[in-house]
């Protein structure tokens, strides 16, 4: 029997209101949060931004809003690795989960704010170690793993900025996109699982040389893919 064909809805004008127990269990149960942002759009978002971030200073102007170019916060200033994890820890929610992450050979990992905390903070050591600063750039060119986002937090916590490069990239691509941010790292690992097989991230030539001198890596070794322990190294390996 033939699928019935997809419908087109140039006008959408269905309705699917949420049932009665997921609306006991919202965070906000009536319009208030709308009426006041309709009241004053800028006081809103100015008491959201106090009350859900943590600011290393305060911002004294909300919005400045020039076609087409607007401007939040501007003279504010915060951390956003702080805000993902320092702020959770510090408030006593260290051993809620973070992470669930599973890799595709069906291994498991499960992390906690303050274990994520603690990757985060070495890996950024390991970073300065290198001699990366404020203002610098980086490159993250790595497979699906924990350690792909503690490299971007550990970024963000000094200042780095990073550049996620796409997995199925060839050489050329990805060189062209460290040469363009002016990339003073590649952050890689040795390999990675994509599409069920193994696919070796170092062997693709990553640049190296005057503007790029080093790699940073967390180890996870070709060789030892079809070992699933492999992917639970977790000993930053710079080299």
Known sequence: MAEPAIEVYEVEDRRFPPSAAFQATALTSD???YEEAEADFEAFW?????ELLTWRKDFTTVLEWDLPFAKWFGDGELNVSENCLDRH???GKGDKIAYHWEGE???TRTVTYAELLTEVQKFANVLKGFGLDKGDRVAIYMPMILELPIAM???SRIGVAHSV???GFSP???????EDADARLVITADAGYRRGEGADHRGR?????RRCPAQAHRRRRARDLPDDRAQRRRAPNPG
């Open 105 to 107: 050979p069906g291994d």
């Open 46 to 50: 100015a008491r959201q931004a106090r």
């Open 89 to 91: 820890v510090e408030a």
């Open 205 to 209: 030539r990553l640049p190296q040389g």
């Open 153 to 155: 937090l550990a970024c």
């Open 172 to 178: 050329d691509a990805i060189r062209d996109r460290c």
């Open 31 to 33: 319009r208030s949060l």
């Open 165 to 167: 490069i796409f997995g």
